[in-house]
């Protein structure tokens, strides 16, 4: 029997071979423990190298959120029902900043903060997920905003055009029909290759029901995703939920598309955010809200852009929503916020009750993106609009008085009737551009100067019909070119119909 004769050489290579692909199993998980819990928060001891925003596990599954990091023990908002968390319970870290599903699977769902369905209609089929808190687009990656987002609303495109990538604070008292508007414009943005985010905070559930209701009955649904985070769920998903819905925007915006993202109502996130940083013993300041509350709406809005082109020129416009107690735009949370967004939408109470609605405030209300985001044919059409709203507003007062009036200020008193008329505009009938472009056009040319008041809701409906059925070629001019048609050609079809036009006795 030969011998086999050991080389060293070859043992040591192969014993080289196996260290090479030798791959370390240990996994470290990091545990702690809860020391205090209550109302959401729980403080937990022993995770020493946590990050800020991430995401923990309790041992009963509920997640939480890592907030106040402090020397000996860690603030965390539970994001769910705290009721079960006990005292000595074990909280362990996942090693994931808080992020959300993302992507087109979303969209015709009703999500809760944390992206999960409560729609009833089973799960969603997405991998993909954002962290929820992402840098806002830097200064180069940016371009001005240029083109329009038709809200439909005459008051509102008219006087103060809202362009794709603006933000656009809708401001007002309680049930002044700011919600309306949103819902107005998401409506009106069928076929125009939008992806609406509808974000409601601290609504009531039989609320945010009526508005997926309404979104689904005129076929708004298929372009919507709906963030809601109801007045029952705890403070902790109220502050994450319009995170959340720009998150998902984000997805869109970053792909070249195009993101409309209404948030319902920041003043009740910011009281949200407020009831979380009190328990978390952060220091309060004016009017008992964190030094950060500033902070906390500007990351949120200044996401919203409109992107250069080496980035797919994709937008994102937001419409954040703040609720005044008794028009007070001058307390903290309105003045934040309207001192971070590109112009508001004032809606009075006053002028809702006198039923004019949408109540929109010519006068307090500014677009700070001004003419760049509306058609030239509107442009030309709306340019003495406001002027002849306010100069009407300002004379108003003395037509009261029901003196002799000159012939001028008599003028000036019956456009301004017949304007504050037009401006009215039903619930849910958003108005396409070039019919609004007809209805200001015959309007500001004195067209309607001499038909009666009581009438001239009536006229405009029965103008468009008349210019669909014999002038549609005007309209397209309109929708194609976005400039006015041939003048006298357009008058005179105005003109033409008004012959027709039976004034009622």
């Given amino acids: 029997m030969k011998r086999m004769s050991i080389k060293a050489e070859e043992i040591s290579t192969l014993i080289k071979k196996q260290i090479e692909n030798y791959q370390s199993q240990i996994e470290v998980n990091e545990v702690g423990t809860v020391i205090q819990v209550g109302d959401g928060i729980a403080r937990a001891h022993g995770l020493d190298n946590v990050m800020s925003g991430e995401l923990v596990e309790f041992s009963n599954g509920v997640m939480g959120m890592a907030q106040n990091l402090e020397e000996n023990n860690v603030g965390i908002i539970i994001l769910g029902p705290f009721t079960e968390i006990r005292e000595g319970d074990e909280v362990r870290r996942t090693g994931r900043i808080m992020e959300v599903p993302v992507g087109e699977a979303l969209i015709g769902r009703v999500v809760n903060s944390l992206g999960m369905p409560v729609d009833g209609k089973g799960p969603i089929n997405t991998t993909k997920t954002?962290?929820?808190?992402?840098?806002?687009?830097?200064?180069?990656?940016?371009?001005?905003?240029?083109?329009?987002?038709?809200?439909?609303?005459?008051?509102i495109d008219s006087m103060v055009p809202i362009g794709r990538g603006q933000r656009e604070l809708i401001i007002g008292d309680r049930q002044t029909g700011k919600t309306s508007i949103a819902v107005d414009a998401i409506i009106n943005q069928k076929g125009q290759n939008m992806i609406c985010i509808y974000v409601a905070i601290g609504q009531k559930e039989s609320t945010v029901r009526n508005v997926v209701e309404t979104l689904r009955q005129y076929g708004a649904l298929d372009y919507t995703i709906v963030v809601t985070a109801s007045a029952s769920q705890p403070a902790p998903l109220l502050f994450l939920a319009p995170y959340a819905g720009v998150t998902m925007g984000e997805e869109f915006m970053y792909n070249g598309k195009h993101v409309l993202v209404v948030y319902d109502d920041l003043s009740k996130q910011a009281a949200a955010y407020r009831e979380l940083s009190l328990l978390l013993r952060r220091p309060p300041g004016r009017e008992a809200y964190p030094g950060d509350v500033f902070f906390l709406h500007s990351r949120l809005l200044e996401r919203a852009a409109k992107l250069s082109d080496a980035l797919g020129a994709g937008s994102l416009t937001a419409l954040p929503f703040i609720e005044t107690q008794a028009g007070d735009v001058s307390a903290y949370i309105p003045t934040n916020v309207i001192s971070i967004t590109d112009g508001q939408i004032f809606l009075q109470s006053d002028l809702f009750y006198s039923g004019v609605r949408p109540a929109v405030n010519a006068g307090l209300s500014v677009s700070r993106v001004g003419g760049s985001a509306q058609i030239k044919a509107m442009k030309?059409?709306?340019?003495?609009?406001?002027?002849?709203?306010?100069?009407?507003?300002?004379?108003?007062?003395?037509?009261?008085?029901?003196?002799?009036?000159?012939?001028?200020?008599?003028?000036?008193?019956?456009?301004?009737?017949?304007?504050?008329?037009?401006?009215?505009?039903?619930?849910?009938?958003?108005?396409?551009?070039?019919?609004?472009?007809?209805?200001?056009?015959?309007?500001?040319?004195?067209?309607?100067?001499?038909?009666?008041v009581q009438d001239v809701t009536r006229f405009e409906s029965e103008l468009f019909a008349f210019m669909d059925a014999n002038h549609k070629d005007l309209l397209d001019h309109i929708t194609n070119t976005k400039d006015l048609p041939n003048e006298d050609a357009y008058k005179a079809a105005i003109e033409n119909f008004k012959k027709g036009f039976v004034v009622s006795e």
């Fill in 380 to 452: 030309k059409v709306a340019g003495t609009l406001r002027l002849d709203l306010a100069s009407y507003r300002e004379l108003e007062a003395f037509a009261q008085f029901g003196s002799d009036l000159d012939k001028s200020t008599q003028a000036k008193l019956n456009r301004g009737v017949r304007t504050v008329e037009v401006l009215k505009q039903g619930l849910h009938k958003p108005q396409s551009v070039e019919k609004q472009v007809t209805i200001l056009y015959a309007l500001t040319r004195g067209l309607i100067d001499d038909i009666p």
């Fill in 130 to 155: 954002r962290p929820i808190e992402g840098n806002a687009p830097g200064v180069m990656d940016r371009k001005s905003v240029h083109e329009p987002l038709q809200t439909g609303i005459k008051a």
